[in-house]
């Protein structure tokens, strides 16, 4: 529904602000509004690519302006036509309205919607500033404001009742309606810009968490984390947008379908903040209880009247929504069901001692990257690798990029370091972990830090007695009663250590275990860190990574058996399939250089 309202808040936003040019000039077509409502949209999405940073000083004096002046002009209107309206304030005046107009004073509540919608983007703010600096300026600020401009314009009305269909325009004094009108036009791009802004952030958290196809995500600032741009996205919503403003050229029309967006994205964030407040917050659950039903009670009215819009421009948001959620369920049941494959069928370490220090293979110079979604064990794919293949190289590291459920990762605690098998094995894997708000591919030092990990484990091995993961050690893959500790690797040169197994890992993150015993080792100098056998094998591992590195990277397809169902097979061989198809690949999102890069494929069936 965000999504939706991403697409609904520009067309209804730039083509309301369009249509103050038929008001001032009537002999101007509805053709030419649209066109030019049209040519703002091109233009505002054109210029997603190059961020909000960089402009982004004019909207607070935008916004600013527009609030005074919307407030200053109902202030007049209310001195000139009506000061009684201020009696509006009063609730016997809903209570008689809804009396003497029963059923239709009723749905007449998905219009009165429309003046609360914005607030549901809110949390796009959030990126940007404080938390209390939002409270402030609403409280303090917006909402006088906006009770101003309404009963300015009720004031209004009550002496122009033929101008009810345009009656923001029309109350505006002739001397100021074109400054006010490019203000307006301002105005409806800055909030544009803010719920663009938010789908866009919607889209890379659940990208982060598995719920999202793989899309480009772009940062666009450096000093502000939530400017972010999502190219495949930002091209869809300009699409749909121009489709919805051309399609409908009906503004009430537009105007139902954002209600009915608005008013479900307030429903569906009540309940989610039932689940904070008691399980985050740790509220009592009469607090929870109290907050739920005084919201519920506001927004249930709301909800019941613009179900009477559905026929009427509100199935818009619907089914954009349907097609979203369809989206992210197929595409989440099958990374959920690749993980599982992998999860299971991974190898255990009695196979892998079993082939010796030479894996049974030719080991040849270099160093080979296996990317796998396993936080621990030896992935699948790497047997199907060497079952096929006759040589492997000298130094194997199994790679697990990880996005945590926390907004990002600090640089020292990125890397998770361990070694599996005995030393002569010469075999690691390196958990590297990110917030959702991080991004890997602008890592670009990413294999230089990982190979600072590996080769900085291995000098504080030497100062740590059994700190191998004897877990890996395990004939049967499971940890062992004695097991050993773990280290952490940070890329500052700390090291943290733990006793027993340091994570958990899950479908879509792995979480460092808190550790009873903790201990900061600085490396001072290679001589004071290792003996000389470490030595030797950093020099060993130096020389492997100099004759080359090589990213091998799993390729599970998942089909659907031939007994399953229709639906699953159309779920799966052709939804999925065609999201795996036009998403982008592993090696682009790990930066992967297209000379170094294999692929190795193998069939799964659910």
Known sequence: MVVGD???????????????????????????????????LVGLFSLQRYGTDRVGWLFAPVVLLWFLLIGGIGMFNIWKYDRTILRAFSPVYIYRYFKRRGMDGWTSLGGVLLSITGTEALFADLAHFRVAAIQIAFTVFVFPCLLLAYSGQAAYLMSNMEHVNDVFYRSIPESIYWPVFLVA???????????????????????????????????????????????????????????????????????????????????VTTLLMILIMILVWRCHWV????????????ECSYFSAVLFKVDQGGWVPLV???AFLIIMYVWHYG????????????????WVLGLGPSLGLVRVPGIGLVYTELASGVPHIFSHFITNLPAIHSVVVFVCVKY??????????????????????HMFRCVARYGYKDLHKKDDDFEKKLFDSIFL????????????????????????????????????????????????????SIVPVRSPVRSNNTVRSSGQASNHTDSDEIEFLIRCRDAGVVHILGNTVIRARRESKFYKKIAVDYIYAFLRKICRENSVIFNVPHESLLNVGQIFYV
């Open 6 to 40: 991403g697409i609904l808040t520009p067309a209804i936003s730039v083509l309301s602000a369009a249509g103050g040019i038929k008001v001032n000039k009537p002999h101007v077509s509805s053709d030419v509004v649209v066109l030019v409502a049209v040519a703002i």
């Open 185 to 267: 036009t301002a105005a409806a791009i800055v909030a544009s810009q803010a719920t663009i802004s938010a789908t866009f952030s919607i889209i890379k958290q659940a990208l982060a968490h598995g719920c999202f196809p793989r899309v480009k995500v772009v940062h666009t600032s450096k000093n502000f984390l939530g400017q972010i741009y999502v190219p495949d996205i930002n091209w869809i919503l300009m699409v749909l947008c121009i489709a919805v403003t051309a399609g409908f050229k009906n503004q009430s029309q537009i105007g139902n379908a954002y209600g009915t967006a608005v008013v479900v994205v307030m429903l």
């Open 287 to 298: 607090i929870a209880l109290i907050f739920t039903g005084l919201s519920l009670i506001v």
């Open 320 to 322: 954009i929504a349907a």
């Open 335 to 350: 990374t959920v069901k690749r993980y599982e494959f992998e999860l299971h069928s991974k190898v255990s370490m009695a």
């Open 404 to 425: 945590l459920p926390v907004y990002t990762v600090p640089e020292e605690e990125r890397f998770l370091v361990k070694r599996i098998g005995p030393k002569n094995f």
């Open 457 to 508: 484990f291995v000098r504080l091995e030497s100062m740590m007695e059994g700190c191998s993961d004897s877990d890996e050690y395990s004939l049967y893959g499971q940890q062992t009663e004695h097991s050993r500790d773990g280290l952490l690797i940070g890329t500052n040169g700390n090291a943290t250590t733990s006793n027993g197994d340091m994570t958990f890992s899950s479908v879509d």
